[in-house]
């Protein structure tokens, strides 16, 4: 599918810099024109780098969607078609010329499972050339359980992750820790905790760059359940489902509350919040309203409910700064006559 680009003012100095380049190198007035098949000697990046220079023009065999390169060969003055991975991607005819065309590889260009080849279609033939499309840079949603230990098998689920590489990221103490991959998918990855892994995060890595965790090994409250509770329940209203599996955030399950109006409930615990600066928690509702959130009776942070999940890291300052985790409030404060709320990845954020 064909799918028409903007190109910026930077950009198109660029291009026809590149293309200036190599039709100043490859055409030779005394030669004769060439009228056979395509031929495609290498492919090179075009364009500014994000220091503002120009990306230098040497050949590689993998390509990145959304950027620029040059094709380069002979008898290209008659194309009619291009393709990367079989995916028909647009061109400018002006950005053509028998030796060189400038393109920009569609960010829809498959690049798992794909044949790995850039095909060239003119009138006068075909031509191949062995190349890879670079998967776009990881996205992690999340792990379960995030409360984990050595040798526990944990789901990542995020996208993109052809050939991951899985490390416990690296710190300001620590080095990067190799975490064993046991399956994935495209979306999906199983790994074997290693040991010492408690308050590290994990971070994916494909060919183009990675993404970490943004919760620590070790730090849930709530992954699917309810970590540490040693008593608690609500004032009114049908209750708590701390294992409800209609919808989650992260993991198979979410905590759901039925509140009605101004209903909500205290749960108690004992955790040393020496080494966190914030509590986490995502939050969806039947309907938008809002809840009050408190921590061992101080005071009030009011949690905005949507009808989607929202992921929210509050501050221990707004919480009263506790140094200890003894009890924690949820009461529904809307003023409209209750909703039903889901609560999820109730934790930690490390200092």
């Known amino acids: 599918m064909k799918n028409l680009k903007i190109v910026s003012l930077a950009a198109c100095l660029a291009l026809v810099i590149s293309l200036l380049l190599f039709t100043s190198c490859s055409n030779d007035d005394s030669a004769e024109v060439y009228s056979g098949a395509p031929v495609i000697e290498s492919v090179m990046p075009s364009g500014y ?27 290209f003055s008659t194309t009619t078609k291009v393709y990367f991975n ?42 191949e050339f062995d190349l890879r499309v670079a998967p776009p840079v990881p996205t992690f949603s999340g792990f379960n359980y995030i409360n984990c230990a050595e040798g526990d098998e944990v789901t990542i689920k995020g996208k993109y992750f052809l050939n991951p590489i899985v490390t416990l990221a690296k710190t300001d103490t620590q080095p990067a820790v190799p975490v064993q991959v046991i399956s994935s998918t495209l979306e999906q990855i199983k790994v074997k905790i290693p040991a ?27 992954d699917d359940k309810l970590y540490g509770m040693q008593w608690g329940g609500p004032w009114a209203g049908k209750g708590v489902n701390f294992d409800f599996g209609g ?35 995502a939050v969806k509702g ?33 919480l009263g700064n506790p ?24 934790g930690f954020v490390l200092k």
Do not use: C
Not at 287 to 314: A, D, L, R
């Open 49 to 75: 780098n994000l220091d503002g220079s120009l990306k230098p023009l040497v050949p590689t065999t993998l390509v990145d969607p959304k950027n620029y390169y040059v094709i380069h060969g002979k008898g």
């Open 86 to 127: 079989d995916f028909d991607t647009y061109f400018r005819p002006t950005f053509v010329t028998d030796t060189d065309i400038i393109i920009l590889v569609d960010e829809d260009t498959p690049y798992a499972d794909a044949a790995n080849k850039l095909k060239v279609v003119t009138k006068n033939g075909t031509a």
């Open 196 to 222: 010492n892994a408690n308050h590290r995060y994990l971070t994916v890595a494909n060919i183009s760059g990675s993404a970490t965790s943004k919760e620590a090994i070790g730090t849930a409250l709530y």
């Open 247 to 281: 919808d989650s955030y992260q993991g198979e399950k979410s905590w759901q509350w039925e509140f009605g109006g101004w209903d909500g409930g205290n749960w108690g615990f004992n955790f040393d919040m020496t080494p966190y600066k914030a509590l986490r928690v």
């Open 286 to 318: 039947a309907k938008n309203g809002q809840v009050n959130f408190s921590v061992n009776g101080g005071p009030n942070y009011v949690i905005p409910v949507t009808t989607t999940w929202v992921y929210m890291e509050i501050p221990l300052d707004k």
């Open 323 to 346: 140094s200890a985790l003894t009890m924690i409030t949820f009461q529904e404060s809307n003023n409209d006559g209750g909703n039903t709320v889901l609560f999820d990845d109730l």
